[in-house]
């Protein structure tokens, strides 16, 4: 037994381990290359003068990251996200909303996120609600296709089976095919986590108060602050990781009978 748990963590400690060690190198020739090369700030600035300038500006970074994650962020993934997963069961259930709200859906994907931005600003407003908004658009149609196809995962010898047992359609829905569905869903949010930071960046350079990750890149930008422009970056990639891990961890507990979590060991 202990023996097995030990073959086990091998794989999972190397898989931490390489990502590190070659972020690692990358720094240092990182570091190298514009140190020994003499690279102007304004073209790139080594990552120990990006380290200085985020430590410097941890207060204003905060209220940033604040602004830009905790509220819009997440606020916007959740109603996506939890809208998507809605609308795809009530599409499941009602085969004409499945004929008029996914292409509907997929006309909604389509639009253009600089142009869908200053929009959402003029309805609600230059605070974080219009961002989220705009990260409500984005991970809406992911989560609805996702699940959509998720639904219809389960084979025809489980429906029957069910359908030998009298279960309506509630019942096979929370007993086989949302089971079934769970790995497409949890794609979709995996998805949705990373177009959630993105939409709500993108959507503060077209306004929003003196506060935000976006706005602070486009802001700095236009100062050649380019070390505090990589800091927001670099928190921004910090914070997207994280979150993309935090839903990883999740479906790994909710879908450890899945071949692909269970890396096909017996």
Request: aromatic letters at 12%; glycine letters at 10%; proline letters at 6%.
């Amino acid at each position: 037994m202990a023996l097995a748990i030990a073959r086990d963590e091998v794989p999972d400690a190397v898989g931490v381990l390489i990502p590190a060690i070659f972020g690692v190198a990358i720094l240092v020739a990182w570091e190298a290359i514009t140190r020994g090369g003499n690279v102007p700030k304004v073209l790139l600035p080594s990552p120990s003068g990006i380290w200085e300038t985020l430590i410097g500006n941890i207060p204003r970074i905060a209220a940033d990251f604040q602004q830009t994650f905790l509220k819009a962020v997440l606020a916007g993934y959740a109603l996506g996200c939890g809208a998507g997963f809605l609308v795809a069961i009530a599409v499941d259930r009602s085969p004409f909303l499945k004929r008029g709200l996914l292409p509907l859906g997929n006309f909604i994907s389509a639009l253009p996120l600089i142009g869908i931005a200053p929009i959402m600003v003029m309805w609600f407003g230059f605070d974080w609600p219009s961002k989220a908004a705009v990260v409500v658009i984005m991970t809406f149609f992911p989560m609805l296709v996702n699940t959509v196809a998720g639904l219809n995962a389960a084979g025809h010898m489980e429906r029957d089976l069910m359908r030998t047992y009298a279960s309506g359609y509630w019942s096979t829905l929370f007993k086989l095919r949302l089971p079934a569905a769970a790995p497409f869903i949890f794609n979709a949010l995996k998805i949705n986590s990373t177009l959630a930071l993105i939409g709500a960046i993108v959507a503060e350079f077209f306004g929003t108060p003196i506060v935000g990750m976006g706005f602070r890149i486009s802001s700095e930008i236009g100062k050649l602050n380019v070390e505090m422009v990589w800091a927001e970056i670099a928190v921004a990639a910090l914070a997207g990781s994280v979150f993309y891990w935090v839903v990883a961890l999740i479906e790994r507990a909710v879908t450890f009978w899945h071949p692909s979590v269970r890396g096909g060991r017996a």
